[in-house]
């Protein structure tokens, strides 16, 4: 079945300054890969995703880059804020229009974001 | 904005003791999910449902588990026989496709003494 790893389990940055968060997966069956951010204590929440059909999508300053031949995909948040301190959580999934898989994902085990004022 | 909402948000049980936990995902979703966070570890995948059964459940979710969808609104995980072990926080997820959002809810916390 999938695997993903996520590095580095812990990550303390300056603000202002970016922070990159960087997962890799066995599946190359994988097609969906959503980061989710997770505050203590509270749920899971989506903070961008990326299909495989796209090389690249970014959000204000949030990004995610995803090299399918490597199976490595990475996010990168830039002008880091005290408020993005969290948990950050890569996943991957396979969805198929016609059967099959039903997407559940499978997760990394998680990038400690600290960010210091 | 439609949520996802649990209930409990904290369940304490003893050991061998059955639990059920409640969720009712977002009306128009047609893919749920349960999920588990034991502290401090990663969120790990349980089960997925869809159109009223099960298609897909890890090796986590052994003959003590089960889930149903009594009433066409809520969506429940039943551990018939607890074990300390199964202490973690629950979450449950719903979307409408596959390759878009899963909306997780709060989640329930079960503690096993």
């Known amino acids: 079945g999938e695997n993903v790893e996520q590095h580095p389990s812990t990550l303390s940055v300056q603000e202002g300054d970016s922070a990159v968060i960087k997962c890799t997966y066995s599946d190359s069956a994988s097609n969906y890969f959503p980061w989710y951010k997770q505050e203590l204590g509270k749920r899971p929440q989506l903070i961008i995703d990326i299909r495989s059909n796209v090389g690249e999508k970014k959000d204000q300053r949030i990004a995610v880059t995803l090299n399918k031949t490597a199976k490595h995909f990475s996010l990168h948040i830039t002008e880091t804020q005290p408020e993005d301190s969290a948990v950050y959580f890569c996943?991957?999934?396979?969805?198929?229009?016609?059967?099959?898989?039903?997407?559940?994902?499978?997760f990394g085990k998680g990038t400690k974001l600290s960010v210091k004022p | 904005e439609p949520e996802v909402t649990q209930t409990p948000s904290h369940q304490v049980t003893q050991m061998g003791q059955e639990v059920i936990l409640r969720c009712v995902p977002i009306s128009n979703h047609l893919y749920f999910y349960w999920y588990r966070q034991i502290l401090g570890q990663k969120v790990e995948f349980l089960v997925s449902f869809y159109n009223n059964e099960i298609s897909e459940k890890s090796e986590i979710f052994d003959d003590q588990f089960s889930v149903e969808r009594p009433d066409g609104s809520n969506f429940t995980l039943k551990i018939r026989s607890t074990k300390l072990e199964d202490s973690a926080m629950y979450f449950c997820a719903s979307r409408n496709r596959l390759d878009t959002e899963a909306f997780f809810g709060q989640g329930t916390r079960l503690t096993v003494v």
């Open positions: 996943a991957a999934s396979i969805f198929r229009n016609y059967g099959g898989s039903q997407g559940n994902l499978i």
